[in-house]
């Protein structure tokens, strides 16, 4: 887990803005007693932020639109490898009319 | 070789301004995070910022052109993309819905998709999709005696609803019970999948059991062993009187035919008992006197198979 700190370090985020991303649930690190608590996730979900909007240009009005969508497709991303693992574990024949019935898509 | 002017798709002589126009629009194409099943996206997207990093800065730009420095000295760290961790159980933190509350319910993300794509009716090819909803799996710990004799047992799910459970008599440890209908409901109307509900059979204080028998160890007195008797014995279903015979013996197994445990097709098992011979807890002088004399004329070895060792 990484302190505000080392996020300053490791990002170009600054406290202004990351007090904004936190506070709007774009970053959602945990608290402890000692401050926040930032997994490897959330580091790379600050550098994601940092890309765009320094990469890329995006501003906070465009990121409200952009960051929903994103995570979609990546809730989206998730269910379906569940689904892949669950048509994985079923009988071959079960499996074979699933993947047929992909393939006509 | 590519030159890094190329890689951005700019001229040599591109102002600074068109540079970082060229770089953003290839940046926001090929950034890793915006395309999570691409897998040149990540090579493309870092020599892109490589070549950016090293073009948007004056000094080094000239000393490129002068042929100072050359492409390879422009990779950039190893990093992780957030698409690297977006994909595992972590990223489930980030579940759209919940942004707002900060707190991330997992879980219900697949669910809202399958109602999704399966719930709507008409617009569909075949006009609606019905869905059999998920089995669900419970672990519940059950007594001893409940397991062989059969019993019932309520458990409270997670959702705050209560099912009662019956448990066949005969029931092993680690055996899953089936009760269709009760796992998670179904989709457009499709059936709720099955509750499998895994049993963990608690131990006895003084059966254990092994397979459709019952083991029980049976303390028997000197008196008892010697002379024989008729000793009352716990069992599964109650007690009953077992004859001992004279002359038992420490270790000795007698069977109580049809007291085990009931098996699925029919019939029961058995009930094995071990005799154990318990001297009294402080030997008193009369029981000393009686062994003394006894042993001096009746020696025994019983130890006669343990030489070799």
Not at chain 2, 12 to 39: M, N, T
């Amino acid at each position: 887990m990484f302190t505000l700190e080392e996020i300053f370090v490791r990002t170009r985020v600054d406290r202004q803005e990351l007090d904004i991303w936190i506070e709007r649930s774009w970053v959602r690190p945990v608290r402890d007693e000692r401050g926040w608590r930032f997994s490897e996730t959330d580091l790379a979900r600050v550098e994601m932020l940092c890309d765009l909007i320094h990469d890329l240009g995006l501003d906070r009005e465009a990121l409200d639109v952009v960051l929903p969508l994103l995570d979609q497709v990546y809730d989206l991303r998730r269910t379906v490898r569940v689904l892949t693992e669950a048509i994985g574990d079923l009988p071959q024949e079960s499996r074979e009319r699933v993947i047929r019935r992909l393939a006509r898509n | 070789m590519t030159n890094l002017y190329e890689i951005l798709g700019v001229s040599k002589d591109v102002s600074p301004d068109e540079l970082r126009k060229a770089y953003r629009a290839l940046a926001k194409k090929y950034h890793p995070d915006l395309r999570p099943g691409d897998k040149e996206a990540e090579d493309r997207f870092k020599e892109i910022g490589a070549a950016y990093d090293l073009l948007s800065d004056p000094e080094k730009r000239k000393r490129y052109d002068a042929g100072e420095i050359d492409d390879s000295g422009a990779e950039k760290a190893d990093r992780r993309f957030y698409r690297d961790y977006a994909d595992g159980g972590d990223g489930a933190r980030y579940y759209w819905h919940s942004s707002g509350d900060g707190d991330g319910r997992s879980g219900f993300a697949a669910e809202d998709v399958f109602a999704d794509l399966f719930g709507r009716t008409g617009g569909g090819r075949q006009g609606g999709f019905r869905m059999r909803g998920a089995d669900a799996t419970y672990a519940l710990s059950c007594a001893f005696l409940d397991a062989v004799n059969g019993g019932r047992q309520r458990i409270t799910l997670p959702d705050g609803k209560s099912l009662d459970v019956t448990i066949p008599p005969g029931t092993r440890d680690g055996q899953s019970l089936r009760l269709k209908g009760q796992g998670r409901p179904g989709m457009g109307g499709g059936p709720a999948g099955d509750a499998y509900i895994e049993i963990h059979v608690l131990p006895h204080r003084l059966f254990r059991r092994d397979g459709d028998d019952i083991h029980l160890e049976l303390p028997v007195t000197l008196a008892e062993a010697v002379l024989g008797a008729k000793i009352r014995v716990p069992t599964v279903d109650g007690p009953v009187d077992l004859s001992v015979p004279a002359g038992s013996n420490s270790g000795s197994r007698l069977r109580l035919r049809g007291k085990g445990v009931a098996r699925p097709g029919g019939g029961r098992g058995d009930q094995f008992v071990t005799l154990k011979i318990s001297l009294p807890e402080k030997p008193d002088d009369d029981l000393k006197a009686f062994v003394d004399g006894w042993a001096k004329t009746h020696p025994y070895d019983v130890r006669g198979d343990m030489e070799a060792a």
